[in-house]
């Protein structure tokens, strides 16, 4: 279990994450350091990068975490991230001995043998893969779950902060897992995608049309678009018994996030997916793309649900609600406009939440108010469209609300179909729009 001390490290990496994110090159200079003095792999970079609570994960060696620590400390000066805060210099001199033992066969680059292409202009190929392979790319963590292109990743609070971690249904794992021992299951199709940008000193990969060969080139993050379960049964099988021979027919690609999260949605219209996670990887409208926007960078970071809503998990509204409300309040016709839109609104919930701390906490013991009802945000978007329109400052907000007795007690709430006859949470949304309209009656001033 990964101590209190490197928990606390490892949170102040996170708040960092972002700085050193757009700086390529020192990314590129910490990729060269760490694999140069520590066998640390750029690819091992690029996955922290991309979501640094890996490093809680068992098995992870505190001192790889601090080397991080000092890395991003040394790249951005910021003082929150500095290792002096936690380790004495003895301590340090310890850490820099650290070096992680890393097989060179399993780590990329890679060439692959007769492999077709798909689409050349989109990089999307067909190859051949063993299990034998996918267990030696997961193993070296060359072979990765990224969770903005998953179907239904799972959320957990831990220390306080939303973390995201797979959904794995080990039943299935395990099924799987016999059948490959057996001979029995079926040769399906995997889908992986190089992400882009991740390899500092050029493209992902290298197709070769004269000799069919692809070339997965180091330091590309490889993540997992879909067979997640069929690659931990692989492992497993391959681990049980090493002289396994089979073979999945294994899609690559060079995808972007979106292009790959819309891949992702055109097979949630074969493998059933909750509609609203289905339509945030579509993300196709000005409106989702406000939500993404929220997502990154304000107070609902972290609380915006793609599947049912758990409160107790920090969910407060979900994506399909949000979405759908900025769709109909606000009029976006270019993608400046919905940057607009968002930086508004992420004043806007800015002052809302932040303010309001207390009453959009969870809490099994509070069920009076119904200000942190998720269908209550279509009335909180009404509000905020009408302000923005008007050109009236998002701090006004909560001096607006004062005009709504959020309490269950509020007979509007019955009226309109909000809570039933009993007081209770009507299933309806027919309420949504009825609620829009009492937030967009309400008197607002300059």
Not at 165 to 182: D, F, G, I, Q, W
Not at 318 to 337: H, N, P, T
Not at 378 to 397: C, E, F, H, T
Request: net charge negative.
């Amino acid at each position: 279990m990964v101590n209190n001390k490197t928990l606390d490290v490892i949170d102040a990496i996170g708040e960092v994450v972002g700085v050193i994110q757009n700086n390529k090159k020192a990314i590129k200079e910490i990729k060269e350091w760490v694999s140069d003095h520590h066998g640390i792999t750029g690819g091992r970079i690029e996955r922290i990068l991309n979501d640094y609570t890996i490093l809680e994960n068992e098995g992870v060696d505190s001192r790889e975490v601090a080397l991080i620590a000092e890395q991003f400390f040394t790249k951005t000066g910021l003082a929150s991230v500095d290792p002096r805060n936690w380790y004495t210099e003895e301590e340090m001199k310890e850490v820099r001995q650290y070096s992680e033992s890393v097989n060179e066969e399993e780590s990329f680059p890679v060439t692959l043998e007769q492999v077709l292409p798909v689409n050349l202009s989109k990089g999307i190929f067909s190859a051949v893969v063993s299990t034998k392979t996918i267990k030696a790319w997961l193993d070296s963590q060359s072979l990765y779950y990224n969770p903005e292109i998953q179907r239904q990743p799972t959320k957990e609070i831990r220390r306080g902060k939303v973390r995201i971690r797979p959904t794995v249904h080990m039943k299935n794992v395990r099924e799987m897992k016999a059948l490959l021992l057996k001979g029995e299951l079926m040769t399906t199709s995997l889908a992986f995608n190089a992400a882009p940008l991740t390899n500092p000193d050029g493209e992902e990969l290298t197709y070769d049309a004269k000799t069919g060969t692809l070339t997965i080139n180091e330091g590309t993050r490889l993540d997992i678009l879909d067979g997640y379960h069929r690659c931990l049964a692989s492992q497993a099988a391959q681990l049980e018994n090493p002289d396994l021979n089979f073979n999945f027919n294994v899609i690559i690609s060079n995808l972007s996030t979106r292009e790959a999260q819309q891949f992702q949605a055109q097979l949630a219209r074969a493998t059933p997916i909750p509609k609203a996670r289905a339509q945030e990887l579509e993300a196709s409208r000005l409106s989702d793309r406000v939500v993404d926007l929220l997502k990154s960078d304000s107070e609902l970071r972290g609380k915006i649900s793609s599947g049912r809503l758990r409160p107790a998990k920090g969910d407060l509204v979900s994506y399909s609600i949000l979405a759908d409300a900025i769709e109909r309040e606000f009029d976006m016709k270019v993608r400046v406009d919905a940057m607009k839109v968002a930086e508004f609104l992420k004043e806007y919930f800015d002052y809302l939440i932040g303010y309001n701390q207390e009453e959009f906490t969870y809490n099994t013991n509070s069920v009076k108010s119904l200000m942190n009802q998720d269908r209550m945000f279509a009335g909180y978007i009404a509000l905020a469209a009408k302000m923005y329109k008007k050109g009236i400052s998002p701090n006004k907000v909560n001096a607006i609300l004062e005009q709504v007795d959020f309490s269950r007690e509020n007979s509007l709430w019955t009226e309109i179909g909000f809570l039933d006859n009993e007081g209770k949470l009507s299933t309806s949304r027919t309420s949504d729009k009825k609620i829009a309209k009492h937030f967009r009656d309400l008197e607002v001033e300059k």
